[in-house]
């Protein structure tokens, strides 16, 4: 078996929202080109939304001015509204993503407003992407297990990606933003959304909190999943999800797919490379 699984790095987005501490605009464009130098179609380097809620996105337009863009790479970004989908044009992203929850709990604490709410949200959002001919992806997060309202039932979130697919987004990444996420309920999981998206629209997105990301990649795989998220040396966390930690490791689920026969197009020396500098990104504040 060797067919193509796509990594979505994520780690200069997910992976460093979280830090307590600015990290320096030329810290972030370094990371930046490393990655764009390790073969990613797409780099999620970016994210519009409120510096209030999130301050360490605050420097977005500058890093995105300053990054040396690989040719055929998709640099892409994170836009919760029109105001952060018209930031996100001025700054040149190539993509952006809306992002929303399988539970109520999760949807407040994140972006204060119900399901509901921040999916009308989004509909503009969609629509003015559209007229520019720019690919939206879509995010649930806490598809199997929320932190304030415990297990989501997996008919909840196949019902918010079958929300976002009508919106017109071209992929629904899967979040187990807190890294509870048993193989079992992943299955159950997927099952359930495959009803509504098929697997070639779908990415897995898992945080490693408990270590099972890997494990459920594999559900994933065998569920026909070809994309990953993940992010370069494990960075990450939510700021709004308590107890989420790192994305799983880009080189981890690399080496993990590659070992099963699968492609990555994906240079693992300068993955190695961009790991070590994202490790002291992290460290910098230990
Ligand atoms: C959605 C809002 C804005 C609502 O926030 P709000 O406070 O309800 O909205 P608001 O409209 O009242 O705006 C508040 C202030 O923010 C400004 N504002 C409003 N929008 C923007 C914007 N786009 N860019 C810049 N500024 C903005 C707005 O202008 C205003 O400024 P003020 O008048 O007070 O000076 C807020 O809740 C927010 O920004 N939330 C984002 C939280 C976030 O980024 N979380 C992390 C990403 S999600 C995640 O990590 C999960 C994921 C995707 O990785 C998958 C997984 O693992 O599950």
Redesign the pocket.
């Known amino acids: 078996m060797s067919d193509r699984v796509e990594i979505f790095e994520v780690g200069p987005r ?1 992976g460093l ?1 979280n830090e307590p501490e600015p990290i320096p605009v030329e810290a972030k464009v370094a990371l930046v080109d490393l990655l764009s130098r390790a073969g990613f179609r797409r780099i999620e380097a970016a ?8 301050p360490q996105m605050a420097s977005s337009g500058e890093v995105m001015a300053r990054i040396a863009r690989a040719p055929g790479v998709s640099y892409a970004a ?1 836009t ?2 029109l ?2 989908f018209e ?1 996100a044009m001025a700054a040149g992203v190539d993509e952006v993503a809306i ?1 929303a929850s399988a539970s109520e709990g999760f949807s407040r604490a ?3 407003c119900s399901i509901a709410e921040s999916l009308e949200r989004f509909a503009p959002v969609a629509e003015a992407a559209r007229a520019r001919d720019v690919p939206v992806r879509g ?1 649930v ?2 598809v199997v297990e929320c932190p304030f309202d415990g297990a989501v039932p997996p008919e909840q979130t196949a019902h918010v990606a079958a929300a976002l697919r009508a919106l017109g987004v071209y992929e629904v990444s899967l ?1 187990d ?1 807190i890294g509870q996420g048993t193989p079992e309920a992943v299955d159950a999981m997927l099952a359930s959304v495959l009803d509504e998206v098929p697997a070639n629209a779908l990415a897995g ?1 898992f ?1 490693d909190t408990s270590g099972r990301a890997l494990e459920n990649v594999d559900v994933a795989l065998a569920r026909g999943l070809r994309v990953f998220d993940a992010a370069v040396g494990g960075l990450g966390g ?3 999800a308590p107890g989420a930690r790192g994305n799983v490791a880009t080189e981890k689920v690399a080496a993990h797919v590659e070992a099963l026969g699968h492609d990555t197009g994906l240079d693992r020396a300068v993955l190695s490379e961009a790991a070590a500098l994202a490790r002291t990104m992290r460290e910098g504040r230990q």
């Open positions: 997910d929202q994210s519009f939304v409120s510096p209030k809620w999130v994170l919760p509204n105001k952060g930031a992002f994140n972006l204060n995010y997060s806490c979040g933003t997105h945080h939510c700021p709004y």
